[in-house]
C-alpha cells in the first residue's frame, strides 16, 4: 500500500478521489502504486488508536463518532464528547480571538495544522478573511524573522549546502508522494524583510497553505522546501536560536550548481508536471533561476509573474472606475526589483497585445523609478540587465518626487521593499495631477508599505484609488469609509497553479499569466466599484480561483502546453470539482 487513499478505510471514497489529487488518479493514472513502490524506502501501514490520532491528516480530535473510536482503538482515549467539525471550529475561533498578539495566533494557527489538518483549513476557508493576515502577510514576515524561537516541527524540507550531492536522497526522505507543487526559497530576500537565510522557511510554508486553502490543492500534494546556502544576516548568525547553515552564503558557481541539482533532481523524483514555484530569492538570483529553468521545468517565479499578474487584473479592472485604457495611462514605479520590473513588464505586453504595438514602444509608456534616481538612458551602461528596458530617453531625475513632477504618472506603484517612500509631497503631487490617482502601495509586510491606506486617502483628499500588498483596515475619512483592496499575488498564484496542475501544463507561459489577470478582473463586481474596489473580497476566493484556474488551463490547452487529455468541456466545472475540500472523512 503506497498512497494516502490506501491508508485508512474510507467512506467517501469520491472526497479523496476528488482533488486534484484524484487528481493523483488522473494525472498519473493507477500507476501511482507503483509510482509509489518505486520510489518508496518504507512502508505506509494503516494507522489507529493513539498512532492515528497523532497524525495530523487524519486525526479528527473529539469528532470521532463512537462507531470510529470503537473501530479503530481509540475507545478511553478520548473524553466521551462527540463533537461535530462545525462546533469545533466553532470553538478554535473562540480560543483564537482570546490572543491579542498576531505571532500568538500564527502559533496557534501552526499548532493545530500539526495536529488536525482538515480542521486546520476548514478554519482558514470559511474565515478567510480573518486568518490570512495571521498565517500570512503581515504576521508570517515576524515569524520568520523569530522563526529559531518558535521553531516546533519542520514544515518542509530542509536542503543545505551539507546535502550537495545528495538531493535526490534528501527528496526521497519526504514522507508524501505524488507532488504537485514545490514552494522554493533560499531566504535571501524575505518580503521587504531582507535575508532571513533558513527562517525564510516560514513563506512557502504560508504559501502552499494558501494553495490549499485559496485553490483546493491537497495539502499532501505540496512540499515547502528551503534552499539553505548560508546567509549574510549577522544578528542571525550571532543568534544561538537561528536554525540555518552559519556560514555566509555561497554564491557565483558554487550557488548555480547547487540550484542546478536541486532542479535536476526535482524533475527526476517529481518529473515534468511538478510546478515549482520561486519565492522571495534575490533580484540577482530570482531572474536568472527563472530564465533558465523555464525551458525545461514547469516553473512560476511568484515575486515577478504572480505580482505582475495581480497587478495587471487591478489596472484592467480600474479602467472601468478611471474611464481609461491601460494605453493610455502613464505608469510610475517606486522599486525596480522583480516586482516592479515583472508589473511593468506585463503592463506592455498587455497593451503590445491591445494596442498591436511592439512591445519596445509600449515600455515606453511605463518609467521606474531605483535608489539612484529615474531610469533613463544616460544610465544604461551601469544598468543590471533586468532595468536596461527601462532606461528611457529622459534628463537624470534623482528622486520620486522630481520624478513624479517630470513624467506626471497617471498610477503609481511602490515595489521598493522600503516603507514611508511614498511621503505627503508625492501622494499631493499624485492627486494635484490626477482627478482619481491610482496608488498601489505594494511592499510588504505592513512597515515595509510606501504608504498606509489612510495616508493615500487623507493626503489625497479621498481621490486616490488605494491597494497595497499587505492588508490595510478600512479608513474614515471626512465621514466616509473607504475600504482599500489587498493587492497580493495570492489572489492568483493558488488559480494559477490549480490551472496548471489540471490541465497537465509542462511550461508557463506570459499569456498564462495574461489569462490569471483577465479572470481575476472579471471578478470585480459593480458593487466593488462602488466600494473604490479594484479587487473582489477575498471572501469569495475559492469560486475566484476557480474561475482563474479555468482560464489558465484554457490557455494551456489553447497554447499546445497541456498533457492532461481530453480536454474538460468546462474547465470551471472541472476546476471546481478538483478542489481540496476540508470536510472530515468518515472512516469505516
Ligand atoms: O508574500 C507576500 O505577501 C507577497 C510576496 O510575494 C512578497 O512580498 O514577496
Ligand atoms: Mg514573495
Redo the contacts with the bound molecule.
Sequence with gaps: MGSALAELPCDDVADNRSGVGGGISDVYGEDLATLDQLVTPWVTSVASGSTLMRDPRYNKGLAFTDKERDAHYLTGLLPPVVLTQDVQERKLMHNLRQYTVPLQRYMALMDLQERNERLFYKLLIDNVEELLPVV???T??EACQKYGSIFRKPQGLYISLKEKGKILEVLKNWPQRGIQVIVVTDGE????LGDLGCQGMG?PV??LSLYTALGGIRPSACLPITIDVGTNNQKLLNDEFYIGLKQRRATGQEYAEFLHEFMCAVKQNYGEKVLVQF??FANHNAFDLLSKYSTTHLVFN??IQ??ASVVLAGLIAAQKVLGKKLADHTFLFLGAGE?GTGIAELIALKISRETGAPIDETRKKIWLVDSKGLIVSSRKESLQHFKQPWAHEHEPVKDLIGAVNAIKPTVLIGTSGVGQTFTKEVVEAMATNNEKPLILA????TSQAECTAEQAYTWSKGRAIFGS??PFDPVEYNGKTYLPGQA???YIFPGLGLGLIMSGAIRVRDDMLLAASEALAAQVTEENFANGLIYPPFSNIRQISANIAANVAAKTYDLGLASNLPRAADLVKFAESCMYSPVYRNYR
Excluded at 505594494?442 to 509586510?445: G, K, V
Design positions: 500570512y502577510t503581515p508570517v514576515g530576500r524575505i518580503l521587504g513563506i504560508g504559501k519565492e522571495d511568484d515575486d504572480g505580482t516586482a505594494l511592499s510588504n509586510p500588498g499587505s497580493n499575488n495570492c
